[in-house]
Antibody, heavy 125, light 108 residues
Framework: QVQLVQSGAEVKKPGASVKVSCKAS????????ISWVRQAPGQGLEWMGW????????NYAQKLQGRVTMTTDTSTSTAYMELRSLRSDDTAVYYC??????????????????WGQGTLVTVSS | SYVLTQPPSVSVAPGQTARITCGGN??????VHWYQQKPGQAPVLVVY???DRPSGIPERFSGSNSGNTATLTISRVEAGDEADYYC???????????FGTGTKVTVL
């Protein structure tokens, strides 16, 4: 079955970096993109960005531009999300999700399925 | 940027129908997807492309989208449907995905 398994919880100090992994199985990794979504404690879902596992193209949320980098390793079917210059408000559960959908001649329609189990990143001095 | 507005909470008795709205400017021109998130768990897709259901999702979950409002309808609500629900679209003007503010469904 299709599965995304993420790395374990992290505790980081302000100003540090964190790199979260997301290992895919049960499908052809390079046929789909991976999105990253985070959720601060008690808050809603925030889209962080997307990476094509086919060619490595990325699209990052404007508010994270310059601090986030998404990569993939096709040899291990693993996606990575690195966030730098961590602040206390980066404390959140970080999720990866496979990007599903289709494109017409004018636009694309995409949704997220399935999701990884989530990785808690705590930023605290 | 594009904003999706959901009611913070919806309460419903078991066996009744819950309707969760997702408001956005001309949202009817976009494809809307819905996720269910239970406490401590990752979100799960329950409706995609306005009204399609992934395999394994009960027929009790249905979606519609027109004008400025998309709606997720849960028929014959069960205790296990208690969760947070989020809508999601693609905003072509910003080239970003956008989530709604989320709705907590409480089964009375």
């Amino acid at each position: 079955q299709v599965q995304l398994v993420q790395s374990g919880a992290e505790v980081k100090k302000p100003g540090a970096s964190v790199k979260v992994s997301c290992k895919a199985s049960g499908y052809t990794f390079t046929s789909y993109g991976i999105s990253w979504v985070r959720q601060a404690p008690g808050q809603g879902l925030e889209w962080m960005g997307w990476i094509s596992a086919y060619n490595g193209n990325t699209n990052y949320a404007q508010k994270l531009q310059g601090r986030v980098t998404m990569t993939t390793d096709t040899s291990t079917s693993t996606a990575y999300m690195e966030l730098r210059s961590l602040r206390s408000d980066d404390t959140a559960v970080y999720y990866c999700a496979r990007v599903m959908g289709y494109c017409s001649s004018t636009s694309c329609v995409n949704w997220f399925d399935p999701w990884g189990q989530g990785t808690l990143v705590t930023v605290s001095s | 940027s594009y904003v999706l507005t959901q009611p913070p909470s919806v309460s419903v008795a078991p066996g009744q129908t819950a309707r969760i709205t997702c408001g956005g400017n001309n949202i009817g021109s976009k494809s809307v997807h819905w996720y269910q998130q239970k406490p401590g768990q990752a979100p799960v897709l329950v409706v995609y492309d306005d009204s399609d259901r992934p395999s394994g999702i009960p027929e009790r979950f249905s979606g519609s989208n027109s004008g400025n409002t998309a709606t997720l309808t849960i028929s014959r609500v069960e205790a296990g449907d208690e969760a947070d629900y989020y809508c999601q679209v693609w905003d072509s003007s910003s080239d970003h995905y956008v989530f709604g503010t989320g709705t907590k469904v409480t089964v009375l």
